[in-house]
């Protein structure tokens, strides 16, 4: 199943009476409740919101990130209470060009959930009906199966590899924050040493995702000979990186990976080397 879904094609998936659930994943990390008021003001009929610090995210400690991934046990819960079983057709969307979407996409992905797909160009690219009636999750019957997360790299690994550099880390926050300027979202600036950095803007026009073919060649002039399997995706908090993963997908380069702590996780321990 590609990644992407058109508004076009939701449209004849809903109207075919298929299993969808559709997931609002709208968020804003300045102001963490405009996204369900978003939703609540308006959304696709039938969605169910979706909230990345209460649904897509585990507990802070302090050392683990601002958005540390649930544990297998507590995302196999979520999807449950959801009502996501191995037959949903799961359909992720935002208006912050797939961003939120695509933390939800990855983490059922990695998790062994085949059907999921993130609506391409969000909520702006919807032609039907808008609702304002909240829609409460029905959950499924039975308690998902608990899964760990496939591709997913730990900090220590990170650790590792700026000795060993067998795996290029891709940094998907803007270039400024990169550099350790105008950072506003986590105590220390600068990037891990030796990462990259590839903003996920590069991967839309507009709202939408480019073709194929030019996400393809983007990561093809970024990585050079690297193979998608040597990458590690990072950005803040493990949601932009998610983006950077996915278009890599897009873009028929599969088997990246994701460090799902990222800088938030990487900079609170100062023993952690940073780079300007």
Not at 178 to 185: D, I
Request: hydrophobic share 35%; net charge negative; aromatic share 6%.
């Amino acid at each position: 199943m590609t990644p992407l879904i058109t508004a076009n094609q939701l449209e004849e998936a809903l109207n075919s009476g298929e299993n969808v659930l559709l997931c609002d994943c709208r968020f804003d990390l300045v102001d963490p409740t405009a996204g369900q008021k978003s939703y609540l003001e308006g959304h696709i009929p039938g969605a169910v919101y979706v909230d990345l610090d209460e649904d897509l995210s585990g507990d802070k400690n302090g050392h683990n990130g601002r958005h540390p991934l649930p544990t297998p046990q507590a995302w196999a819960l979520t999807k449950s209470r959801l009502g996501i079983d191995a037959n949903t057709l799961v359909v992720a969307y935002d208006n912050q060009g797939s961003v939120y979407a695509s933390r939800l996409w990855w983490m059922l992905k990695s998790t062994g959930h085949a059907k999921v797909q993130v609506l391409d160009g969000g909520l702006d690219a919807w032609n039907g009906p808008i609702g304002n009636t909240p829609r409460k999750p029905s959950p499924s019957s039975m308690v998902a199966p608990v899964m760990p997360y496939v591709g997913l790299v730990l900090v220590d690994a990170v650790l590792e590899n700026l000795q060993t550099k067998k795996s290029t880390v891709i940094d998907a926050r803007a270039n400024d924050r990169f550099q350790g300027q105008n950072e506003t979202l986590d105590p220390v600036g600068g990037h891990i040493p030796n990462a990259v950095n590839y903003c996920f803007r590069s991967n839309l026009s507009g709202k939408s995702f480019k073709t194929p073919e030019q996400l393809y060649q983007n990561f093809v002039d970024l990585l050079g000979t690297s193979k998608a399997a040597e990458v590690i995706h990072q950005c803040g908090s493990g949601v932009t990186a998610c983006h950077n993963l996915m278009a890599m997908e897009i873009a028929g380069l599969k088997g990246s990976r994701l460090y799902a702590g990222s800088w938030s996780e990487w900079c609170a321990d100062p023993s952690r080397p940073i780079a300007l």
